[in-house]
């Protein structure tokens, strides 16, 4: 009985460290607010978004294409959550955030910054052959469960200018190397716009690891992540990613969640891994 016990008690213990041991985080365009998207509209949609991030629960959420107004509705309606970040075409509340949510009781903020997409990164500006500005968020954070620092970006790339994106892929390269965290713990993620073949991923891939590529599980989900709200279309060309250093990934997932209609909760899918700290 007493040796019954005691595997139990070591078998409840492991359980805890590697719960306690991992993170998970998530990378979502969720589609700007735009009423002409009609049944696709935020409105319709935001509440099928809530649940989805409450159901997994990701202690980092990364969002592009949030406008002020949605990014206000997911802070008040994820009270565990902070964010970081500023609207692309102000510097302050105008225009599309790239937001860092972050469970406030197990990351806390040591600082962070919001760069354009540019040869002027500090800033409001619009890049190379871009088709308008576009920003990567930020952030450095101590992980309060083992006392160590992560380094985060988030990004939306330009979905027309080639030269932007080729040129992005080599500004996070060097914002990496100028700040002289290589040695460090590095998340880059976003809707990238690209696929994974293409110039700049290969760029980011000369330095980071792409987190589909080096999951210790298999891959799980669709092949693709923009499904442009259309039910009809086979799901293929991923363009949003989560870039990894210093970090052993444990799984990767493309989330193909409906809403109660089986509508798309936006024209891209979620992708979440999870990471051991």
Not at 25 to 48: A, Q
Not at 72 to 80: E, F, G, Q, S, V
Request: charged share 30%; with cysteine; hydrophobic share 35%.
């Amino acid at each position: 009985m007493k040796k019954a016990l005691s595997i139990l008690f070591i078998i409840f213990q492991l359980n805890t460290f590697i719960t306690n041991g991992q993170t998970s985080v998530m990378t979502f365009n969720i589609r700007y607010d735009n009423p002409e998207d009609n049944d696709n509209w935020w409105e319709h949609r935001k509440l099928s978004i809530l649940k989805m991030f409450n159901f997994y629960s990701p202690e980092i959420i990364g969002i592009q294409e949030g406008l002020n107004n949605q990014v206000k509705y997911i802070k008040k309606n994820l009270p565990d959550y902070n964010y970081i970040g500023v609207g692309r075409d102000d510097g302050k509340k105008k225009g599309e955030y790239t937001a860092i949510f972050y469970k406030k009781k197990k990351l806390k903020l040591i600082s962070s910054k919001t760069y354009w997409l540019s040869e002027t990164p500090e800033k409001v500006s619009i890049g190379w052959d871009a088709s308008m500005e576009r920003i990567v968020t930020f952030g450095e954070f101590l992980d309060l469960r083992v006392q160590e620092s992560l380094f985060i970006f988030n990004c939306h790339f330009d979905h027309r200018g080639e030269i932007s994106r080729e040129k992005s892929a080599e500004l996070l390269l060097n914002f990496i190397k100028n700040k002289g965290i290589e040695s460090k713990k590095i998340i880059v993620m976003g809707d990238l716009n690209c696929l994974p073949d293409s110039k700049p991923i290969n760029t980011l891939k000369s330095k980071l690891e792409d987190s589909h590529d080096i999951s210790i599980r298999e891959p799980y989900g669709p092949i693709g992540t923009s499904n442009g709200f259309n039910l009809d279309k086979v799901i293929k060309n991923r363009i949003d990613y989560i870039f990894t250093k210093n970090i052993k990934v444990i799984d990767h997932r493309i989330i193909d969640d409906r809403r109660e209609n089986n509508l798309f909760i936006s024209d891209h899918l979620p992708v979440i891994t999870k990471m051991i700290n």
